[in-house]
């Protein structure tokens, strides 16, 4: 099923893994809101939703951008009106914007714990909120909506918590409303799932944390096709928690060096989470 005129809602669509994701659809010919908060270049971390527009309607799809902090819930509510001004709709929500910091209970300040679980969980869960009457109305049209979190299976291993309690805690987040809303909207016929790497995957976010390989990593493109592999899929196939080698695996691609930083690479950076 190809992606062609489907309209995407992409959280953190600016760089990274959203762009790359992005990118993906625009090449069947959707229509891309990007939901980002960057309009002006940083240096650091480069890409703003001006940028990202002019890569998405390169790769042959149409580009929103908006400036759009997801924490606040009228920025987001107009950014929806606005999509579906422009775009007669929303097929497709990808909740993809995440904040980090892997920093135990003592070197958690409260203004990063809120801003973590601010974006990640509660920000998740308001773009869900905020999209479904539009999911809603897709799903009467026949046009197979899906919503997809980019965020881990669900383990509830001290492991996972010890090292950084309150990221576990914010990722864990979007990984539960993945749970509960594959399971509330299942009578809608909204697919609900979630999407995670094995590997540490090479992005700019990645590159300011220190002693990190890059050559070790894979390339945000390996999501990419995983998150399409998804969201071309049946919206009836709901309630997964992917993992994105497995899933491609899953579905014939067996050669995954085109997606390693350094090709021939066979030992990768483990992401978290993924037991």
């Given amino acids: 099923m190809t992606l062609k005129n489907k309209t995407l809602f992409i959280t953190g669509a600016s ?31 480069p890409g703003t939703i001006f940028s990202a527009a002019e890569e998405i309607k390169a790769a042959g799809g149409r580009a929103l951008p908006l400036a759009v902090d997801i924490r606040d819930e009228a920025a987001v509510l107009a950014a929806v009106a ?24 003592e070197h958690t300040p ?31 049209a026949g046009r197979n909506p899906h919503v997809l979190n980019l965020s881990p299976p669900l383990s509830m291993k001290q492991h996972w918590f010890a090292a950084h309690t309150a990221y576990t805690m914010a990722k864990y987040g979007m990984s539960m409303c993945t749970l509960g809303h594959a399971g509330e909207f299942r009578k809608y016929g909204i697919g609900v799932n979630s ?36 969201l071309s899929g049946p919206s009836a196939n709901s309630g997964n928690f992917y993992i994105d080698d497995e899933l491609l695996a899953a579905h014939g ?4 060096d085109k997606y390693a930083v350094k090709p021939g690479t066979k030992v990768f950076i483990p992401d978290f989470f993924v037991d």
């Fill in 195 to 230: 999407l995670w790497p094995r590997t540490a995957i090479a992005t700019a976010a990645l590159q300011m944390i220190p002693g990190v390989d890059l050559n070790m990593c894979r390339k945000p493109e390996i999501l990419a096709d995983a998150a399409y592999t998804i």
């Fill in 110 to 140: 409260m203004k990063r714990y809120d801003l973590m679980n601010g974006i990640n969980a509660r920000g998740t869960y308001l773009c869900t909120q905020a999209c479904l009457p539009e999911l809603k109305r897709s799903a009467a």
């Fill in 253 to 256: 691609v067996a050669e995954l």
């Fill in 82 to 105: 606005q999509a579906v001004e422009s775009f007669g709709g929303i097929d497709i929500l990808v909740n993809n914007a995440s904040a980090i910091s892997l920093t135990d209970t």
């Fill in 15 to 45: 760089r990274g893994i959203g762009l790359a994701i992005a990118k993906r659809a625009a090449s069947d010919g959707a229509n891309i809101v990007i939901a980002a908060k960057t309009t002006e270049p940083n240096p650091k971390l």
